[in-house]
Nanobody, 119 residues
C-alpha cells in the first residue's frame, strides 16, 4: 500500500481544513488507518484512527471533538476533517495503515503534509 497525504496549508486560527490520504492498491479496504502528526521539535504523535470498515474510530484527547476521521473505501481515501484549528495544531500530518486495530506498529506510512496555523 502506498499512501499520499494532501490538503495541508497555511490557515488562520479558527479555520477548518480537510486532509486527504490517497492509497494505491486493491487492499486498502482491509487496512485500518491512522493520522499522526509531528510538530517542530517534537516527537510524532497519534491523532486519530479508523477501522477498516469505518465503523469504529478513536482520537487523541487533544483533538477529540475537534477533528473527525473518515474513509471512503471505494475511493481508497481516508480523510481528516480539522475544525477550529489552533496554532498548536501546526505540524506535519502523516497517514498510515495497519492491519491491527486498535493500531499498533504501522505497516505503511505516507509522506506528510504540512499544516501551519497562524494566530
Amino acid at each position: 500500500v502506498q499512501l499520499q497525504a494532501s490538503g495541508g496549508g497555511l490557515v488562520q486560527a479558527g479555520d477548518s481544513l480537510r486532509l486527504s490520504c490517497a492509497a494505491s492498491g486493491r487492499t486498502f479496504s482491509s487496512y485500518n488507518m491512522g493520522w499522526f502528526r509531528q510538530a517542530p521539535g517534537k516527537e510524532r504523535e497519534f491523532v486519530a484512527a479508523i477501522s477498516w470498515s469505518g465503523g469504529s474510530t478513536y482520537y487523541a484527547d487533544s483533538v477529540k471533538g475537534q477533528f473527525t476521521i473518515s474513509r471512503d473505501n471505494a475511493a481508497n481515501t481516508v480523510y481528516l476533517q480539522m475544525n477550529s484549528l489552533k496554532p498548536e495544531d501546526t505540524a506535519v500530518y502523516y497517514c498510515a495503515a495497519d492491519r491491527h486495530y486498535p493500531l499498533g506498529g504501522m505497516d505503511y506510512w505516507g509522506k506528510g503534509t504540512l499544516v501551519t496555523v497562524s494566530s
